[in-house]
């Protein structure tokens, strides 16, 4: 089932078109990685994908993404992002304590209830599996945990609002290799349960837990196929060369 | 050569010495003056009871009640206003001509000479609204002088709050406005409070804004109403200084005293309210 579908999308940013013609296919409970050197758009197409570009008043966005077969600019943008949430490449928790900070989507959209509020929290670190680090300290601030606990506090943070699309922008770009080992494995956990779209500038990583790979450059989608295609025979000329190395 | 240089050095050091000294000395003068002179007057006496023998005897008490009122009353018209103005401007105004030149508007006025602001006061509060010369317009005059600068402060104070933290907020679905309410405010409120706690100061201390607008010569009573004058500690030290003859130095220091004490004081807590926040302060 398709779930979210991108068709022509253009985006420019004070007039630089950082995105040319995107047409993709996200599926639902699959883990689409997006690779590419930088500056070749990925992160431009995950934040169209909840609408975040927005926030930057010069960005001018032509095409259509469809969400569940809604046209998103027709959703209710906070709606939009309450089911499609986002995981930052850097670890950003909001300056509160670690409870606070994975309560925060939920009390915003309205739950007031202690206990409610002490279940979903509880469920959600969990699903991060960092509960067994935090427990005993929930009332602490989050800035106090290490650099990779951060990282799975904010993913417990996203999956907290129960979104049905998680977007992970280079999650692990600031992270130590065991933490990143550990958000990977979460990663492949959630896909039974969520849709994930992971830009990356690690291609390896992309190799370890993605069922499909695409392959951005200058903002063009070059190719979009199998991981094990992309990895091993792919079709277009310079996905073999990035992949192998030649540039990036 | 390289005993020149070390004398250049020298030399440099000294008169960068010499420049902070410059700075220092005068207050630190200015400060014992004051105190050595007034000390001697300050009693139970003179801070709680009435003005006598046209003001040459007695207290100072009706002036220390009127500057906290017009402070109270500055204070609460300009927080509101300034905090809402600063909000509009740095989260949701887009940057084109007119906020621009709003926010020129906004420099300027910070600018403009106090006593401007009293007769601008006259002219709006006292004669065109109708308040008269009273603690409201006085208020609201100096409320109108201290706008500026509380907006200048919250917009530094709410743009210092790290974008990114916007963006988290509304990734998880929270509106602009909670953004701002549970995230960029409660952010943002040291460097408000430290910028409307100096005005504070400015507020008790400016004579020009209130002469026209509230201050009364000589009142030996409390004001029983917003639209009542009032006596105020400036206002009343220029006239003990050079309205009214043979007052003694003692009275007229001491009230300086006082109302030097209330504006160094309210500095006081500014800082020590900004270090406790600033130690809290999370990221």
């Not at chain 1, 930057?56 to 906070?78: A, H, Q, R």
């Not at chain 2, 600068?149 to 990114?164: D, F, G, H, K, N």
């Not at chain 2, 460097?191 to 607008?213: H, K, N, S």
Request: charged share 20%; proline share 5%.
């Amino acid at each position: 089932m398709v779930k979210i579908n991108s068709k022509n999308l253009n985006i420019w940013f004070d007039k630089i078109q950082v995105l040319k013609n995107i047409n993709i296919q996200i599926q639902s409970n699959e883990i689409l990685s997006i690779i590419g050197p930088s500056n070749s758009g990925k992160t431009s197409f995950l934040r169209s994908l909840n609408r975040m570009n927005e926030l930057e008043p010069t960005s001018k966005i032509d095409g259509l993404i469809e969400f569940d077969g809604t046209n998103i600019k027709d959703m209710n943008v906070e709606l939009l992002r309450q089911k499609v949430g986002m995981v930052f490449a850097l670890p950003l928790p909001l300056p509160l304590s670690i409870f606070d900070n994975v309560a925060y989507g939920a009390r915003m959209h309205g739950i007031k209830n202690k206990q409610k509020l002490q279940e979903i929290v509880e469920k959600a670190l969990n699903h991060a599996y960092i509960w067994d680090e935090v427990k005993d300290r929930l009332n602490e601030s989050a800035f106090k945990l290490s650099g990779g606990q951060q990282q799975r506090l904010c993913i417990a943070r996203t999956l907290a609002v129960e979104p049905e699309v998680i977007l992970f922008d280079e999650p692990c770009s600031g992270l130590d290799p065991i933490s990143t080992a550990k958000v990977e494995e979460t990663m492949l956990q959630l896909k039974n349960d969520y849709t994930i779209v992971l830009v990356t500038n690690n291609v390896k990583q992309a190799a370890r837990v993605a069922d499909r790979t695409a392959f951005f450059l200058s903002g063009e989608l070059v190719e979009l196929d199998q991981t094990d295609k992309i990895f091993t025979a792919p079709s277009d000329q310079r996905t073999d060369g990035y992949i192998r190395g030649k540039f990036g | 050569m390289i005993m020149n240089s070390k004398i250049t050095q020298k030399a440099a050091f000294f008169f960068f010495l010499l420049a902070t000294l410059l700075i220092v000395i005068p207050v630190g003068l200015i400060v014992f003056i004051i105190v050595i002179k007034g000390a001697p007057a300050i009693s139970w006496d003179f801070l709680f009871s009435m003005p006598r023998d046209g003001m040459r005897a007695g207290g100072i008490f009706p002036a220390i009640i009127g500057t906290i009122c017009l402070v109270v009353g500055s204070i609460a018209f300009a927080l509101p206003i300034g905090v809402l103005a600063a909000i509009y401007l740095s989260e949701y105004s887009r940057d084109n001509l007119l906020t621009r030149i709003i926010k020129l508007a906004i420099v300027n006025l910070s600018g403009v000479p106090s006593v401007i602001f009293g007769l601008f006061g006259l002219a709006l509060f006292v004669v065109f609204l109708g308040f008269g010369a009273s603690i409201l317009a006085g208020s609201l005059t100096l409320g109108i002088m201290v706008l500026p600068i509380i907006i200048a402060a919250s917009r530094v104070a709410l743009e210092s709050v790290p974008m990114s933290f916007r963006e988290v907020s509304l990734s998880l679905g929270a509106s602009k406005w909670q953004t701002i309410r549970h995230i960029v405010l409660p952010n943002a409120i040291p460097g408000i409070m430290t910028g409307t706690i100096l005005e504070i100061g400015r507020a008790a201390g400016e004579t020009a804004p209130i002469l026209f607008t509230v201050a009364a010569f000589y009142l030996p009573q409390l004001p029983k109403s917003i639209f009542d004058q009032a006596m105020a500690l400036p206002y009343h030290l220029y006239v003990i200084s050079t309205q009214v003859p043979n007052v003694d130095e003692k009275i007229r220091y001491g009230t300086a005293l006082v109302l030097l004490a209330l504006v160094l004081s309210v500095n006081l807590i500014a800082i020590i309210i900004r270090y406790k926040l600033r130690k809290n302060k999370k990221w």
